[in-house]
């Protein structure tokens, strides 16, 4: 393609303004230092940063103190965070602050301004969270200061590595048109904390005053970050058996945990209902992390009257991947790949008794997808993709284990390249699933 | 790769690259500058997960491009020639071809300089280009026809055939 070329001619030319641009260290600033309690790693990254700023003399990394504050900090409010932070901030700013556990990961934060408005992104529901804040009525002589924590785990979403919500307005939506979202903005520092990860914005309107600047600096300089509780606090595992998957979930989110839902079959316990939990009632566990919930699927025959299907291969349990009912209402057993269709359905038919089956072939065996289940719970124990897949089974039907979850192109290329065939997809309630009797 | 002198060594010599593509994208040398700091800060943050140079030189890039996104939308400012200094040796003609470079680079939109300055200055594949800006790559095709038009249109310059 002609458009592919590379311009050399345009190349030259913009050569000739860049070459001129001068890249070298210029005057240098005062580096900010703070009153932060830190631990010890955060406190070598950070003086790492510092060193930086103050060899080659870029402003972004430091915030400039008055010699004379005409504010008094010590008639400051003090916010503190369920989690352990606490900031201080004048009377008369606003504040928000949430903290929410979404999947195995929790999010809090706070958003302090000089601006009584509420800033959230407009899409959210009653039980999401969000980094993302909805500036785009921000005024211009509005000034804030956003805090931000997250915890237990990694995001995937788009516009950023590391977060399944949009981590500024430029990532939301903004309506074109309205006052300028965020004019400027800086992020102070990221600050590591236990390896939990918190980040420091402060925003400003064009036309905000060198006071309101200042005291937003001041802000972020008395963030406190706990250090008597520097993990997340503790709560116990509830007892959620018997409980539904919603009521479960509820209980675990009022503690803020997260789960992970795992169906088992089952003969005894009702569909829907959670049987036990991983770990078990009682266990000690931080906040944020999730709790594994093994949900019964039902009787393993899927259907009344198909147990009989199941006991033909009682001997051989890993060569039926699975039953289901098929088109006309007939039982369907899903075989393994490298059994021997006839004999099964030999097997079947002398066990019958007139009912009507059919035999279908799965390119995959029933080890396989059972190394994929095992494979997916350590992979979301371990945080990705985390918080985004809600449930997983072996489906018969797909011959592959059936993934729910709200997915982000990043968490397709993951699931896909790990897996394969051998996992589908389904973003949401619904599933269209693809019946192995189809091809 | 761990280790802070290797960061430090990395920062010095691919910083001016950085600041240089963030400025013939937002026009301005104080605001490229910020830039470039904060994605080498982003880079220094997540240092331990970085294979190699490569890597680092890739998501450094990235990074900054993004970032110059944000700002440009951000930024107000209204006379963008000034921060072109003023080179004792050079002739007055080649000054004020600077001066005529750096406006036809203001009439573009921003992912027209962006997909421009990867593309034809820094030699970019379209298709990381796109990776880099986290666009189609039709959609940067687009961009970049677009912002070579504008550009050749307001500079006389032939187009490569």
Redesign the interface.
């Known amino acids: 393609m002609k458009n592919d070329v590379r311009d050399e001619a345009l190349g030259r030319l913009l050569d000739g303004v860049a070459s001129k641009i001068e890249a070298t260290p210029r005057i240098q600033p005062v580096v900010r230092r703070g009153s932060l309690k830190r631990g010890a790693r955060t406190t070598a990254m950070v003086a790492a940063v510092a060193v930086f700023v103050g060899t080659v003399g870029y402003g972004a990394l430091q915030m400039r103190r008055t010699a004379q504050p005409v504010w008094d900090p010590s008639t400051w409010n003090t916010h503190r965070n369920p989690d352990g932070w606490t900031a201080s901030y004048p009377d008369g700013w606003h504040v928000q602050s949430f903290s929410q556990p979404v999947g195995h990961v929790s999010l809090s934060g706070a958003f302090f301004s000089n601006v009584a408005h509420d800033f959230h992104h407009p899409d959210l529901g009653p039980n999401e969270a969000t980094s993302a804040w909805d500036l785009s009525s921000f005024p211009p002589d509005g000034v804030a200061v956003s805090l931000e924590r997250f915890v237990g785990g990694r995001f995937f979403g788009p516009g950023h590595p590391d977060t399944p919500f949009p981590l500024s307005i430029e990532d939301a939506s903004i309506v074109e048109g309205s006052a300028p979202a965020v004019v400027e903005h800086r992020t102070i520092e990221p600050v590591f904390h236990g390896g939990l990860q918190y980040t420091l914005n402060v925003w400003f309107g064009p036309d905000a005053s060198q006071q309101d600047r200042e005291i937003a600096g001041a802000i972020v300089s008395t963030v406190g970050f706990s250090d008597a509780s520097p993990a997340p606090p503790i709560t116990r595992v509830p007892d959620l058996s018997g409980l539904t998957v919603a009521e479960a979930e509820t209980a675990l989110n009022e503690l803020g945990l997260g789960s992970i839902h795992v169906y088992l079959a089952s003969d005894t316990i009702a569909q829907g209902t959670v049987s036990e939990t991983t770990p078990e009632p009682g266990t000690k566990v931080h906040v944020g992390t999730s709790v594994e919930l093994y949900v019964s699927a039902g009787p393993a025959s899927r259907d009344a009257g198909f147990g009989w299907i199941e006991r033909v291969f009682a001997s051989d349990p890993g060569a039926l991947i699975g039953m289901y009912r098929g088109p006309d209402g007939q039982g369907m057993a899903a075989i393994s790949r490298g059994e021997d269709l006839e004999f099964w359905r030999s097997r079947l038919r002398n066990a019958s008794d007139g009912r009507s089956f059919t035999v279908v072939g799965c390119p995959t065996t029933w080890s396989e997808l059972e190394a994929v289940t095992d494979e997916l719970l350590r992979l979301v124990n371990s945080g990705e993709p985390s918080g985004l897949v809600a449930g997983f089974a072996v489906e018969p039907r797909a011959c592959s284990v059936l993934v729910e979850g709200t997915f982000t192109p990043e968490t397709i290329d993951l699931l896909r390249s790990l897996f394969g065939d051998e996992v589908t997809l389904v973003d949401g309630v619904e599933p269209a699933v693809v019946l192995a009797g189809d091809s | 790769m761990e280790d802070?002198a290797g960061?430090?060594g990395f920062?010095r010599e691919h910083?001016?690259r950085i600041?240089?593509?963030c400025?013939?994208v937002l026009l301005d040398?104080g605001l490229?500058?910020?830039?470039?700091?904060?994605a080498?800060?982003?880079l220094?943050?997540r240092w331990g997960a970085i294979k190699s140079e490569d890597h680092a030189g890739g998501y450094v890039f990235k990074t900054a491009m993004?970032l110059c996104?944000?700002r440009a939308?951000?930024s107000?400012r209204e006379s963008p020639v000034a921060?072109?200094?003023p080179?004792a040796a050079d002739e007055g003609a080649?000054v004020a071809?600077?001066v005529d470079?750096?406006r036809a680079?203001a009439e573009l939109s921003v992912r027209q300089r962006q997909t421009?300055?990867l593309?034809?200055?820094a030699?970019y594949?379209?298709n990381e280009v796109a990776t880099m800006l986290?666009i189609r790559e039709s959609t940067a095709?687009v961009h970049?026809?677009r912002g070579?038009d504008a550009?050749?249109r307001s500079?006389a310059?032939?187009e490569?055939?």
């Open positions: 802070r960061f430090e920062y910083l001016p600041v240089r593509a400025a013939l040398r490229a500058e910020e830039v470039a700091a904060e080498f800060a982003r220094w943050a993004r996104s944000k939308r951000a107000r921060d072109l200094e080179d080649r071809e600077r470079v750096w680079l421009v300055v593309r034809d200055w030699g594949e379209t986290g095709r970049l026809a070579r550009l050749r500079l310059v032939e490569r055939t």
